[in-house]
């Protein structure tokens, strides 16, 4: 459906390669509505532009927040053309159609990163407001409108599509196709979405402040002894130390792992080991040193020098099966009086009283290049349990299949986990290859002689092919859950519907760089 367009209503921050269209437009005898600094711009190339306010009988107010807010504007790029009441109404509140809005936003990335420049000697304070000041209201509503409206109104929500728009109405003597409408439109909602995830992160930031806000406290070296570190923070909103001798820098970077993982169990009993930030042992069970005894079956090589946290008070039994191999550190929430005093006896071993809360509320946060990467934590296990292989999974197969997914989502990629009845039996992780973390996996619970037959496999990614599903049931693996996603997915299908295998696909990628 093809229309030509006779009104346009232009208003944006960025005006460089804006004048090219204006001039074609009023080529065109299209009339066009404009506001302020826009205004201003159009007047100037002595072009014909009617004021909003002239549409609206109402000022800019409240400076300039409010302008564009009226229903003689939205009625305008909101109205369907083809409805009858809609045309009615416009006609009864001489509301005029607006067929064309080039609206861009307020720059609320560039601003942020202006006042994080190293030249800016201003306060926190006035830095704050002008960031706020450029979080755009009426921008994202007219563009949200008229994409909405696609049908009857063309929108271009950004500059580096000028040119694009400029092309397309000076070809087709300033008519546009719906098709043509309806692709700007998903341009201009990519761009709404960009705008509130930059303006979410930006005040998620501001709520919790960042680490570097924090106390900083020096450590005794980084990774290595040549290396100098420091911890920003308060350890103490986590845990008090009962024992042993300073966190280290490394010590910290385990714990934090410990803490993540353990965070996953909220009814289970729960125990697991971690060395070198990956879980080596994990299992759930009905007391807490069953839990502590199969975790540490699954790797007891590994186990040793690691950091281990549970979710349950330490018993004085679970404390006497703990104290018989050497460990750095060991976290819960909470000693009985005799397990306590037995854990002591060891004068360097850390000992951890976690509070009710584990979780940071600050997201991750990671130093590269000459900047720091921030985002959210992978707090989601699964977004979807598709059961699309050859049988649906047992009971128990399901809570496996649960539980092998956390452990994956915990572990370096590449990532496997195979899981049986609760307990961690072999994991490969920090793989270059998806099939080579596999291999590790099989490897790794046979050298425990552990009977991977009826075990259970989690993918931290799609299988880009069968092959990896193929040697894990040769293995012995009987179910399997994946996010799924790969071009090749009904190659694994297939070959799990052919041998009768369980596939859960997720739709959840679980990646751990």
């Not at 409010?66 to 053309?81: A, D, S």
């Not at 420049?117 to 926190?124: D, E, F, L, R």
């Not at 570190?229 to 714990?255: M, R």
């Not at 809360?357 to 598709?386: C, E, I, M, P, R």
Request: aromatic share 8%.
């Amino acid at each position: 459906m093809q229309k030509k367009i006779k009104s346009a209503l232009i208003s944006v921050f960025y005006k460089d390669g804006l004048e090219n269209i204006v001039k074609l437009l009023h080529d065109q005898q299209v009339i066009i509505y404009s506001t302020g600094g826009t205004k201003d711009f159009i007047d100037k190339l002595n072009v014909p532009c009617i004021a909003v306010e002239d549409i609206t009988g109402f000022p800019s107010i409240l400076s300039g927040r409010v302008k564009t807010l009226h229903p003689l504007v939205f009625g305008g790029i909101l109205g369907r053309r083809n409805d009858e009441v809609h045309a009615s109404e416009m006609k009864q509140y001489n509301i005029p159609e607006i067929d064309l809005v080039i609206v861009d936003l307020y720059p609320f990335e560039e601003t942020i990163a202006q006042f994080s420049a190293k030249n800016y000697s201003g306060s926190i304070e006035d830095a704050e407001k002008a960031i706020i000041e450029k979080i755009d209201i009426g921008g994202p509503s007219m563009i949200r409108a008229a994409a909405k409206n696609f049908e009857d109104v063309m929108v271009l929500a950004a500059k580096k599509d000028y040119t694009l728009l400029y092309n397309l109405l000076h070809e087709q003597d300033g008519s546009t196709l719906i098709e043509q409408r309806k692709a700007f439109a998903i341009k201009a909602f990519d761009v709404c979405t960009a705008y509130d995830t930059a303006i979410s992160a930006y005040f998620h930031q501001l709520a919790v402040g960042t680490p570097f806000n924090k106390e900083k406290k020096a450590l005794r070296y980084g990774e290595n002894p040549h290396q100098a570190a420091a911890f920003y923070g308060d350890l103490h909103e986590l845990f008090s130390q009962l024992n042993g001798k300073e966190l280290s820098y490394n010590n910290l970077v385990d714990v934090d792992a410990a803490l993540a993982l353990i965070n996953e169990f909220k009814e289970d009993i729960a125990f697991g080991i971690i060395k070198h930030t990956n879980p080596c042992g994990v299992a759930i069970a009905a007391t807490l040193e069953d839990a502590w005894n199969n975790a540490l079956s699954g790797d007891p090589e590994s186990a040793f020098g690691g950091v281990l946290v549970c979710n349950k008070i330490v018993d004085e039994q679970t404390a006497k099966a703990i104290n018989e191999i050497f460990f750095e550190v060991l976290i819960a929430p909470g000693f009985e009086e005799a397990a306590l005093s037995l854990l002591k006896t060891k004068k360097n071993r850390i000992l951890l009283q976690t509070t009710t809360s584990h979780a940071s509320t600050t997201g991750q946060y990671k130093s590269l290049l000459n900047g720091v990467l921030w985002q959210q934590h992978d707090d989601v296990n699964f977004a979807a349990w598709n059961e699309a292989g050859g049988r649906s999974c047992t009971g128990a197969e399901k809570k496996d299949l649960a539980f092998a997914n956390i452990i994956c989502k915990h572990l370096k990629s590449n990532a496997i986990a195979l899981v049986k009845d609760g307990r961690l039996l072999g994991k490969g992780c920090g793989q270059t290859s998806r099939i080579d973390a596999l291999r590790q996996a099989i490897a790794k619970a046979h050298q425990f002689d552990v009977d991977l037959n009826g075990a259970v496999l989690a993918s931290d990614a799609f299988f880009p092919f069968d092959d990896c599903v193929k040697i894990a049931h040769e293995a012995g693996i009987k179910a399997f859950i994946q996010p799924g996603g790969s071009i090749r997915d009904e190659d694994t299908i297939k070959y799990s519907k052919e041998n009768n295998l369980a596939m859960v696909i997720t739709g959840i990628r679980h990646f751990k760089h």
